[in-house]
């Protein structure tokens, strides 16, 4: 799906009075990986866009690394303030719903990073989907009326609600795609108990209604997202991140109804952007394809764009964090908060 609102152009932005023009302006700095030492570190780990450090076996120190990832590929630059954006609406979102469930969360003791409680992951992501969007539209288009057990209704639209939002898991992979799985497949083969289960969908609606009720507010729709939840104990904790645009999909709700009658594509307010122009440029992640190109001007317009996102979302101005330096800023910050924590 692309977004007729914002072609790829030379363009100017605003951040806390700072006026960025990309034939003008340096690349601001950006943090592309991160590899420390920390007293008591246990474990490291270093996933498609964030990197973990496991202290004392019950920390995770999560880093919001800058780099960028589609069709399961990390392509070649960071994009400068990605990483802080999606940190920081993870941590607003969550603190948003600590009255649903609680949380893993201890610190953000930077702009780009979160500590918090290790928890034991359940081996499943609970997708929802509120609309006929995405996966679930390519699946629809396919002629598949099921999805994971789910059943989708007969003539709908690409972007049509569904009566009632459709919880559709998938498994989580160490290696490869996740794959989409039923609940009664999910109970079978023992991934999580038919008690946690029942709870991680309770969970999963009513954090969904929250999303959705804070997206309208801030003239958004939820369209899809997904949460992940782990163990700390006995208790189930939401872990990760949560209504973020990389883990879900919102459109504007101005001017929805009115795009589905003409048959109109929606304005998103999503990562899907950077996909469109990925596959408009040949590339799906497939084997022989080369990613494209890019530029100075097209990293600089998705860093534009997740400032957009952010301050959508936030309802807040964007302040990015000061430095020449962001790996020196962040280890400094972890060092300082983790000998206050204790556990």
Not at 44 to 65: E, H, P, Q, S, W
Not at 324 to 336: A, D, G, M, Q, S
Request: aromatic letters at 10%; proline letters at 6%; charged letters at 25%.
């Amino acid at each position: 799906m692309g977004n007729d609102s914002w072609p790829l152009r030379t363009f100017a932005f605003s951040i806390t009075g700072i006026i960025m023009t990309v034939e003008q302006q340096k690349i601001p700095s950006a943090l592309k990986e991160t590899l420390f030492s920390f007293p008591g570190q246990t474990a490291f780990y270093r996933g498609k866009v964030r990197d973990v450090y496991t202290i004392n076996g019950k920390l995770l120190v999560m880093v919001a690394t800058d780099r960028i990832s589609a069709f399961d590929v990390v392509l070649p630059r960071p994009v400068p303030w990605k990483g802080q954006v999606l940190n920081q609406i993870a941590a607003l979102m969550m603190q948003a719903t600590t009255d649903i469930v609680p949380n893993w969360i201890i610190s953000v003791p930077d702009p780009n990073v979160t500590i918090g409680k290790k928890c034991d992951p359940f081996r499943v992501e609970m997708v929802i989907r509120g609309y006929l969007a995405g996966h679930a539209w390519r699946e629809y288009k396919s002629g598949k009326r099921i999805l994971c057990g789910e059943v989708m209704p007969d003539g709908m639209k690409e972007n049509d609600p569904f009566p009632v939002p459709l919880i559709t898991p998938t498994t989580k992979a160490n290696q490869g795609h996740d794959q989409d799985i039923s609940r009664d497949e999910i109970i079978k083969r023992d991934l999580v108990t038919e008690d946690d289960y029942v709870q991680l969908e309770k969970y999963t609606r009513q954090l969904y209604a929250r999303g959705q009720a804070y997206a309208a507010s801030k003239g958004l729709i939820l369209v899809d997202t997904k949460y992940e939840f782990g163990k700390y104990g006995s208790q189930i904790l939401l872990m990760d991140e949560i209504h973020t645009p990389d883990s879900s999909r919102y459109f504007y709700s101005d001017g929805y109804e009115q795009r589905q009658l003409e048959g109109k594509e929606q304005r998103q307010l999503s990562k899907e952007f950077v996909r469109r122009w990925l596959m408009d440029n040949g590339f799906q992640g497939q084997a022989g394809q080369e990613v494209p190109r890019m530029t100075d001007e097209w990293l600089m317009t998705l860093s534009a764009r997740y400032v957009e996102l952010y301050e959508q979302l936030s309802g807040k101005t964007f302040e990015p964090a000061r430095g020449i330096n962001p790996e020196e800023r962040v280890k400094e910050n972890i060092l300082r908060s983790l000998e206050s924590i204790s556990l």
